[in-house]
Nanobody, 120 residues
Framework: QVQLVESGGGLVQAGESLRLSCAAS????????MGWYRQAPGKQRELVAV???????NYADSVKGRFTISRDNAKNTVYLQMNSLKPEDTAVYYC??????????????WGQGTQVTVSS
């Protein structure tokens, strides 16, 4: 069974930084993509950043230049460095991984979510 475990959320003031981490574990044969989504109260879940294996990284326009996604392939871990945070970045942040898993094939997996709150 695959698990995605997130950490790093919290409460910060506008202009400060946070770093989110997400570690994938289980019978993973291959990682297709790893990334981050977020969902603010009353809004739909939206893409923040995604990093395909061997492809181009994609960011939401609202975070370009402020957020950086990175991966440690040896640890099956994805990070999201968030700088210059704004109150509108407040949301629950979800890790997502598209994986090929032993005996299950290709599927999308989600973390439990971590709250990021930015005060003005």
């Amino acid at each position: 069974q695959v698990q995605l475990v997130e950490s790093g959320g919290g409460l910060v003031q506008a202009g400060e930084s946070l770093r989110l981490s997400c570690a994938a574990s289980g019978s993973i044969l291959s990682i297709i993509t790893m990334g981050w989504y977020r969902q603010a109260p009353g809004k739909q879940r939206e893409l923040v950043a995604v990093m395909p294996s061997g492809g181009s990284t994609n960011y939401a326009d609202s975070v370009k230049g402020r957020f950086t996604i990175s991966r440690d392939n040896a640890k099956n871990t994805v990070y999201l460095q968030m700088n210059s945070l704004k109150p509108e970045d407040t949301a629950v942040y979800y890790c997502n991984a598209r994986l090929i898993v032993r005996r299950q094939g290709l599927d999308d997996y989600w973390g439990q979510g971590t709250q990021v709150t930015v005060s003005s």
